[in-house]
């Protein structure tokens, strides 16, 4: 993928930032970032559609991620203070309405996402240690993760590097204790079972959308863009290089799972590799296990809700949604009315109680605001800049559109609906908004006219 000829390069004064963040770190912000707590949680949803051939779909979500991550690197590189697909949206677009509402899918995301990962937080995995009513726990957990939030984003994220390394061994020790296994026992003729009666590709393509869930996250890179030295260089490196890394695990993963045990039990847990673990016979303690499974999944959400109550905060303060979003806590300097605002809708979510609808709810989200960011690459190109920029081959994008809408037709209409009214909810907020702005400007037109001295 070649780099787009441009008379300068990213200058050490182009930013009031201070580019600190080396190709290294980045790939390991990414890599953190992607390998989340969901493939912790979804094995056994992903095995209830593909049965034993769970490596498939993984493989298949990892090239339809990487075609969106093409326009991202290009979108990013080119430039490098934008910040997000929804600014992406208004350069291409020139509608503030359709910024807006890629934002907001950003947005109700991170938040179907967390309600999702709470359920997780909750279920079989706690229940190695104390076995409690999921749904409660879950409204607890967001509510101590709301805590951490507003205490301080420092705080929030100095842990998380080691909570990576923590989330990265569990997957680790899945793929060695199997390894193991085969040497005394094992199936592995169940990597290629689907469900009965289903075909391979009906089931692969039905089982990415769920294995799409844990390829997200990537795109939050982006915000980070003006911290990155040789950005150009360094950005699409280690975007794909995460990426890549990470479909390689959750392959490796899939492979594990199908071939410790039957897709019939692993459909059954929703602590999928706690259970495959176990069934290896290798002397790794459940508690231990589990442990580092509740770690991964609190980091996940964690960082979801950091995200999401600052993308509000953030629209508040460009006025897309209402103003009271922006207050912050005056000593911790955190935006509490968006941590509150988001976190209470995570936990009304919750009361869905199904992980898989949550989770396809969230592709569905972000999928509208891949396809934005597809389509932006192919309209902004004839919008040329001063610097070197990486430029993806133009059929990258033109193929992230046409897998972004196939994701989309194999969505479940129980999926269309729960977004559509995510949607309308986004919608009624930002006519709020509007309507706010323009009696504050009328407000202020008038006190100026009073103000005024006379003739």
């Not at 976190?343 to 979510?349: E, F, R, Y």
């Not at 729960?418 to 909810?425: D, K, S, T």
Request: hydrophobic fraction near 55%.
């Amino acid at each position: 993928m070649p780099t787009d000829a441009a008379p300068t390069s990213e200058g050490p004064n182009d930013t009031r930032l201070r580019r600190a963040i080396t190709g290294p770190l980045l790939f390991a912000f990414i890599l953190g970032d992607v390998l989340g707590a969901g493939i912790y949680a979804l094995m056994g949803v992903l095995s209830d559609r593909v049965g034993g051939m769970l490596w498939a779909p993984l493989l298949l979500a990892l090239v339809l991620a990487l075609l969106t991550a093409g326009s991202y690197a290009e979108l990013v590189t080119k430039y490098p203070r934008a910040g997000g697909a929804s600014v992406f949206a208004e350069r291409a677009f020139r509608n503030r309405l359709v910024s807006f509402l890629v934002g907001f899918c950003m947005l109700a995301a991170g938040v179907v996402s967390a309600a999702g990962l709470s359920l997780a937080f909750a279920g079989e995995y706690l229940r190695t240690f104390i076995d409690l009513p999921t749904i409660p726990v879950a409204m607890v957990f967001l509510v101590i993760v709301a805590l951490l939030n507003a205490r301080g984003v420092r705080e929030s994220l100095g842990a998380n590097l080691v909570m990576t390394v923590i989330e990265v061994s569990g997957l680790v020790i899945v793929v060695v204790v199997v390894g193991l296994l085969l040497a005394g026992g094992g199936d592995v003729s169940r990597v290629t079972q689907l469900p009965e009666g289903t075909g391979a590709a009906t089931a692969v393509l039905a089982g990415a959308i769920i294995a799409y869930y844990s390829f997200v996250g990537f795109e939050t890179s982006a915000n980070m863009i003006e911290e990155v030295k040789q950005p150009s260089k360094t950005y699409p490196v280690a975007l794909f290089g995460a990426l890549l890394a990470a479909g390689v695990v959750y392959v490796l993963v899939g492979l594990a799972s199908s071939i410790a045990l039957p897709a019939s039990e692993l459909s059954e847990s929703s602590g999928p590799l706690l259970a495959v673990v176990e069934a290896s016979g290798v002397a790794i303690p459940s508690w231990l296990f589990s442990l580092i499974a509740l770690v991964a999944v609190a980091n996940g959400a964690l960082l979801t809700m950091i995200m999401t109550s600052r993308l509000t905060y953030g629209m508040s303060e460009q006025r897309l949604l209402p103003r009271t979003l922006s207050r912050v806590l005056p000593q911790r300097k955190t935006p509490w009315v968006a941590i509150l605002a988001t976190t209470l809708v995570a936990m009304l979510l919750t009361l869905v109680g199904d992980l898989a609808t949550l989770a396809e709810t969230v592709v569905l989200l972000l999928l509208f605001v891949f396809l934005s960011a597809n389509v932006s690459v192919l309209v902004l190109r004839r919008d040329r800049v001063q610097h070197a920029h990486f430029r993806v081959w133009t059929f990258v994008p033109v193929l992230g559109v046409a897998s972004c809408i196939l994701l989309m037709t194999q969505q479940r209409p129980e999926v269309w609906l729960f977004g559509a009214i995510l949607l309308a909810v986004g919608a009624v907020l930002y006519v709020i908004s509007r309507w706010t702005r323009s009696r504050e400007g009328a407000r202020d037109a008038d006190l100026a006219e009073e103000t005024a001295p006379r003739a």
